[in-house]
């Protein structure tokens, strides 16, 4: 006897697989809805500041947070700050790198 297609239940199948996305590309979509990648890549670069600059710099950093795209760094002296504003462009660069596209606009030393 000739079995009987049924176009029904090969569109069910199709929608539950469709529907078994990784949790990734979940994680990703709600992110995307929600708006929330700038503030995703903003941790992550504060996240990445001890990997950059070092742990010496990272030690005698007090406080770092981003603000309209500008990142502000309390440092504990005031050598470290002139010899890091020398570097500032490489710093930014480096930064950036870290998330791939261009977040920083501005790095100021406090």
């Keep these: 006897m000739k079995k009987k297609y049924n176009y029904e239940l090969e569109q069910r199948a ?3 697989n469709n529907e078994s996305n990784p949790v990734s590309r979940i994680v990703k979509e709600l992110i995307e809805h929600y708006h929330l990648q700038d503030r995703f890549d903003e941790l992550q670069i504060m996240e990445a500041w001890n990997e950059v600059l070092g742990n010496t710099v990272a030690r005698r950093t007090k406080k770092i947070y981003i603000q309209d795209h500008i990142l502000f760094a309390k440092l504990e002296s ?4 002139q010899e890091l504003l020398m570097a500032k462009s490489r710093i930014l660069t480096d930064l950036n790198k870290i998330v791939g596209k261009e977040v920083l606009l ?3 030393f406090v």
């Design 14 to 16: 199709n929608l539950r």
């Design 106 to 108: 501005d790095l100021i």
């Design 78 to 81: 005031a050598s470290l700050k």
